[in-house]
């Protein structure tokens, strides 16, 4: 008897051995499945963050800097209707305004963005600055357009005028106003008339340059003066500009007006800044129109 119960209890122990055994066998085999369930999930999150958000993201991002580097044509293709997609639709209207900005900057000069800027009223007020304004004009150019188709003019009109703006920007001066083929610039600031004289110096070579494969040559005239000027807003409610006015800007529009063609006709006062820095040759006084007296004037052959 004692035998044949340590036989039953010997045969159970042996099967409940073998019963944890394939236990422990199961438990393995659970955790080892549920590993890979888990390796698997992650990996799909992985690769569904990397080429779908990631990617989407990364293009975002492109687009974002290529609008930062002036390139206001390329959008964010938009495929989607989630927050990606929404975020895509803001960035591309944010493109359409920067690009409208841009477009009007164009037509306005950047004093009066600068003057607007952080501003929903604009500031009616003025300011007396001493300043040098530029005037040019292109003598013949009524007789060259008569004798061409108008994209011919057009063209001609628009290539001058671009080098003028390219020449008066790089001397750090503004246009202020263009009228059919006349241009109004100011300068200010530390060596204003040595800038704006410069200005006018190389606008004239590079149209003497533009006759050497012109049937029809050009001619530019140039006034420069020095003064007290009023610089404001001036306009309507509606639309307004940044100009400058006073006797100082109309003596300039004067001189241009007297100078002959490829001639830069200097006031006494701007000449005084530039004496020692460029050629002069002096003229007899010009009667002005507007201003009382005489006004000593001086032609410029070269700066130095």
Not at 207 to 230: D, H, Q, R
Request: charged share 25%; hydrophobic share 40%.
């Amino acid at each position: 008897m004692p035998l044949f119960t340590s036989a039953v209890l010997i045969t159970a122990l042996w099967g409940m051995l073998r019963l944890y055994s394939r236990g422990q066998e199961n438990m393995v085999l659970t955790i080892f499945l549920y590993a890979i369930i888990i390796i698997t999930a992650i990996s799909f999150i992985a690769l569904f963050t990397r080429y779908y958000l990631t990617r989407r993201i990364i293009a975002l991002g492109r687009v974002i800097k290529g609008t930062a580097d002036g390139d206001f044509v390329s959008k964010i293709d938009i495929n989607s209707d989630d927050e990606i997609g929404e975020l895509g639709n803001e960035i591309n209207s944010m493109i359409d305004g920067l690009r409208e900005r841009f477009m009007f900057s164009r037509f306005v000069s950047k004093s009066a963005l600068q003057s607007v800027k952080g501003e929903i009223d604009i500031d009616p007020a003025g300011e007396k600055k001493n300043l040098t304004v530029l005037f040019t004009d292109m003598r013949n150019f009524t007789e060259y357009a008569e004798t061409r188709n108008p994209e011919t003019v057009m063209e001609m009109l628009n290539t001058v005028m671009s080098l003028q703006a390219r020449i008066i920007h790089k001397n750090n001066g503004e246009i202020y106003k263009y009228s059919g083929h006349e241009i109004m610039a100011v300068f200010g600031g530390k060596n204003m008339v040595l800038r704006a004289a410069k200005s006018a110096e190389e606008i004239r070579d590079e149209i003497k340059k533009i006759n050497e494969t012109s049937v029809t040559p050009l001619y530019a005239s140039f006034g420069i003066n020095t003064g007290e000027m009023i610089a404001g807003n001036m306009g309507s409610i509606d639309r307004a500009d940044r100009t400058v006015i006073g006797t100082a800007v109309n003596t300039g529009a004067r001189l241009c007006a007297a100078a002959g063609r490829n001639t830069i006709v200097v006031s006494e006062k701007s000449q005084s800044y530039i004496s020692d820095k460029a050629e002069f040759i002096e003229h007899e006084p010009l009667k002005v129109k507007g201003k009382d007296g005489e006004v000593k004037i001086y032609t410029l052959v070269k700066t130095l």
